[in-house]
């Protein structure tokens, strides 16, 4: 973050009152980085995942030691694709740490290989992870934000849902969806004041990416401009950026961040 932008921040953020922001998908990677942003301007957070609860136990802990708050941060392990798992989180999330106020939607999942090999099994749970997932979601926080007239949600998507990629055929629908709901729901719940934008990551250093061999890895390098992959901490940045009153004026936006991929 550039030091301009971390003073324009910094100034929206004082005297503000610590807000309760949910991230699915946030034991590990990027859902932990950006659960932490928040964690380090004073806010609550819920932390989430679908599978590796030892995992998710340790990140809230980490939360806990590093910013000196028991009651701030709590994790819960849930499918979020499937409503009735996800409205039963969300009552747990409130009850533990009040309405939510910023929702990040970061849980997902990838899939490598030919279209044409995939079981209809195995396209139906990518399209429920990285599509259905953030629908369910959504749909649960908005009427406590329409009542508020206020609140944020911030969908986490890929380039790749901008320009598709071969043998992540499914991923890319995916993520097209969650760019085309992203604008679709920014202007209908901009009259409530509810701001709605999405985050396309790239190539990060994240556990998605370590199928990737040293040869593959330094081929992809290459073709990003800045000659690089992405720190989770970046996107956690980015995030923090949308969900401030320094981005007032931002909604219905999908924000390549790619190292100039696309």
Known sequence: MNAGLGVRLEASNCNRKPRTVLVTGSSRGIGFAIAKAFAALGDRVVLNCREDEAQLERAVAELRKEFCSVENFVGFRADVSNYDACAEFFAKAEAALGQIEILVNNAGIAHFGLFGDMTPCEIEGIISANLLSVANASHLVIPNMVRAKAGGIINISSIW?????????????AKAGVNGFTKALAKELAPSNIRVNA???GAFETRMNDRLSPHEKNAFTED????????????GDLAVFLASDAASYLTGQVIPLDGGVV
């Open 224 to 235: 990003i401009p800045l000659g690089r992959f992405g720190s989770p901490k970046e996107a």
């Open 199 to 201: 985050i396309a990551c």
């Open 161 to 173: 849902g901008i320009s598709g990629a071969s043998c992540e055929v499914a991923y890319s629908a």
